[in-house]
């Protein structure tokens, strides 16, 4: 079921969600198992696809095995804004969802766990591709990979356009 995002105006072109999931930090991860279940998250898009990495069992698991359907946020910018008798936030923020499944193949999942490092580690340029991939291998059998392929992305904002592009 498709929703109708109450605060249309708000409502961001497909582009500019795709930014600020792409430029985020962490993202929340949404589940849905026996009870719901979210859990931050560091992870990198490539393609069309968002990849993280965990542990090889555990409530997360055990959640996209009964469900791989899932939902991914992402906060960018939070700025509080007051003025006499008026408080506020702005705000940008990205949603996805899509379908969460294990990444088996071995060349994938060492790409995605090169990824995930180039993201968080770009001070380490150029090393860090070969330090990433050695260290990949070295904890393939204890590392689960999984891939949230995109199916909807949508965006919203409270954030003046001056204000953004400053």
Known sequence: MQYQMRRSKRALPEHQARAILEKGEYGILSLQGEEPYGIPLSYVVHQNCIYFHCALEGRK?????????????????????????????????????????????????????????????????????????????NSMDRTGVYRISIDEITGKSNIPQEQEEG
């Open 61 to 137: 698991i055990d959640c996209m095995r009964s469900n791989p359907s899932v939902s991914f946020c992402v906060v960018g910018k939070v700025q509080p804004k007051h003025r006499p008798l008026y408080f506020t936030t702005l705000f940008e923020s990205a949603i996805v969802t899509g379908k969460a499944q294990p990444v088996e193949d071995i060349e994938e999942k060492t790409l995605a766990l090169v990824e995930l490092c180039k993201k968080y580690f770009p001070e380490l340029s150029p090393q860090v591709k070969e330090e990433a991939a050695q260290s990949a291998r």
